[in-house]
């Protein structure tokens, strides 16, 4: 875990300041599990296992705390906080609404050749990664599919929104895959809002996202099923330093 994690420091952007590449390193291990529900963590160990400060390590902290993916408790410690239900289904409602707004801007807008290409070269990409298995790429093009789509339509603000605060769902979308929902079918729905988009059918594009949005109304019992330890109220895991 701390080689994975190390791996994960040495490819964030050096230009940044140290706070910022530990909120993002420590921001994907939550998401990616490296880092799993209810653990606890270490502000020295972290410190030490990037060769800097406990400063910048306390203040990734407090905005990991604000994203809802750690909570600090004073005296007591810092934990990786388990998957709340309440909090994914709030932040599925607030990127439903935002990315079905920006879908049927797009449709209206006659997005150019050029974006419609990119979108589509990005679905042929996910599918690649199909026969490889490589979920970790295909979390990452996912995400390169709905930013490329925000972005285009001129809605970075939205963009960040949903960034802020999509932390937990980003957690329950990554278990699924790629049992509970398979990137065949993923990169399907994305072909299908691609296609409605080309041929500005608003109606279509709409109801193509909406159908996207909620496949993790479906994966979300399983998950619950499967990983009761990693849920808020569903199991209860002992907590272990990194």
């Given at each position: 875990?701390?080689?994975?994690?190390?791996?994960?420091?040495?490819?964030?952007?050096?230009?940044?300041?140290?706070?910022?590449?530990?909120?993002?390193?420590?921001?994907?291990?939550?998401?990616?599990?490296?880092?799993?529900?209810?653990?606890?963590?270490?502000?020295?160990?972290?410190?030490?296992?990037?060769?800097?400060?406990?400063?910048?390590?306390?203040?990734?902290?407090?905005?990991?705390?604000?994203?809802?993916?750690?909570?600090?408790?004073?005296?007591?410690?810092?934990?990786?906080?388990?998957?709340?239900?309440?909090?994914?289904?709030?932040?599925?409602?607030?990127?439903?609404?935002?990315?079905?707004?920006?879908?049927?801007?797009?449709?209206?807008?006659?997005?150019p050749s050029s974006v419609l290409m990119e979108l589509n070269e990005?679905?042929?990409?996910?599918?690649?990664?199909?026969?490889?298995?490589?979920?970790?790429?295909?979390?990452?093009?996912?995400?390169?599919?709905?930013?490329?789509?925000?972005?285009?339509?001129?809605?970075?603000?939205?963009?960040?929104?949903?960034?802020?605060?999509?932390?937990?769902?980003?957690?329950?979308?990554?278990?699924?895959?790629?049992?509970?929902?398979?990137?065949?079918?993923?990169?399907?729905?994305?072909?299908?809002?691609?296609?409605?988009?080309?041929?500005?059918?608003?109606?279509?594009?709409?109801?193509?996202?909406?159908?996207?949005?909620?496949?993790?109304?479906?994966?979300?019992?399983?998950?619950?099923?499967?990983?009761?330890?990693?849920?808020?109220?569903?199991g209860v895991g002992t907590p272990r330093y990194l």
């Amino acid at each position: 875990m701390k080689m994975n994690l190390q791996a994960m420091w040495q490819r964030t952007n050096s230009d940044l300041s140290v706070r910022q590449r530990l909120n993002d390193v420590l921001r994907q291990a939550i998401i990616r599990m490296e880092l799993a529900p209810g653990q606890a963590l270490s502000e020295k160990e972290i410190a030490d296992l990037f060769a800097v400060s406990r400063q910048p390590v306390r203040e990734a902290f407090i905005r990991l705390s604000e994203s809802g993916l750690v909570e600090v408790r004073p005296q007591r410690g810092t934990y990786v906080v388990r998957i709340s239900r309440q909090a994914v289904l709030e932040a599925r409602f607030i990127r439903e609404s935002l990315e079905v707004a920006i879908t049927l801007e797009a449709a209206k807008s006659s997005m150019p050749s050029s974006v419609l290409m990119e979108l589509n070269e990005l679905i042929e990409r996910q599918r690649s990664c199909i026969e490889r298995q490589d979920h970790d790429r295909f979390f990452f093009l996912d995400e390169m599919f709905h930013r490329t789509l925000a972005l285009s339509t001129g809605q970075a603000m939205a963009w960040k929104v949903i960034e802020d605060v999509k932390a937990q769902l980003d957690r329950v979308r990554y278990l699924s895959i790629p049992d509970s929902t398979p990137i065949p079918k993923l990169a399907d729905q994305h072909q299908a809002i691609v296609d409605a988009i080309s041929a500005s059918d608003t109606e279509a594009a709409e109801q193509a996202m909406i159908h996207h949005q909620r496949e993790i109304l479906h994966s979300l019992p399983e998950l619950e099923r499967r990983f009761p330890e990693m849920f808020e109220n569903v199991g209860v895991g002992t907590p272990r330093y990194l």
